[in-house]
């Protein structure tokens, strides 16, 4: 699922609420550091939590749980706050670990590689695992392909 980030950008995965939940897919590094990220981008945008929430839709309440730490928002929320506040795309996602698709790039979907990377689900060791287990997958298929193939008359 994609959400608009702004008319030429989107963000994966979808699986918190507006507000967010602390239920969510995020650990709660990713949760410290959005936290972190979020409050540098206030303070250089000259704007409050309160102002935030205003310019979302949101109760103060679910910005300062995003602030502590406490909630996840959605990658649609995510991306608006990077809007209002002006910041570079990625700029707060990547703290959560969320991909940024360009749709002005034709459509690009994100490697295997790429998303295995990005899920904050997965651990190191998860990580390395499915990496291994794909790079297997398209050698052998690799080979298969270039294997002659026996006809029979």
């Given at each position: 699922?994609?959400?608009?980030?702004?008319?030429?950008?989107?963000?994966?995965?979808?699986?918190?609420?507006?507000?967010?939940?602390?239920?969510?897919v995020?650990?709660?590094e990713?949760?410290?550091a959005?936290?972190e990220?979020?409050?540098?981008?206030?303070?250089d945008?000259?704007?409050?939590?309160r102002g935030?929430?205003?310019?979302?839709?949101?109760?103060?309440t679910?910005?300062?749980?995003?602030?502590?730490?406490?909630?996840?928002?959605?990658?649609e929320?995510?991306?608006?706050?990077e809007?209002?506040?002006?910041?570079?795309?990625?700029?707060?996602?990547?703290?959560?670990?969320?991909?940024?698709?360009d749709?002005?790039?034709?459509?690009?979907?994100?490697?295997?590689?790429e998303?295995?990377?990005?899920?904050?689900r997965?651990?190191?060791?998860e990580r390395?695992?499915?990496?291994?287990?794909?790079?297997?997958?398209?050698r052998?298929?690799?080979?298969?392909r270039?294997?002659?193939?026996?006809?029979?008359?």
């Amino acid at each position: 699922m994609l959400f608009p980030q702004s008319e030429s950008s989107s963000l994966l995965p979808s699986d918190s609420s507006s507000e967010g939940s602390s239920r969510g897919v995020t650990t709660p590094e990713q949760r410290k550091a959005f936290g972190e990220a979020l409050q540098q981008a206030l303070d250089d945008a000259g704007m409050s939590g309160r102002g935030l929430a205003g310019a979302l839709g949101l109760s103060p309440t679910a910005v300062s749980k995003w602030l502590r730490g406490r909630t996840t928002p959605s990658p649609e929320m995510v991306a608006r706050a990077e809007g209002v506040l002006d910041t570079s795309p990625g700029a707060l996602s990547g703290a959560l670990g969320y991909l940024i698709l360009d749709a002005s790039a034709d459509r690009r979907v994100p490697s295997v590689a790429e998303a295995v990377k990005a899920d904050p689900r997965l651990g190191t060791k998860e990580r390395a695992v499915l990496l291994t287990v794909y790079r297997e997958l398209v050698r052998q298929y690799a080979t298969a392909r270039s294997e002659p193939t026996e006809q029979t008359s």
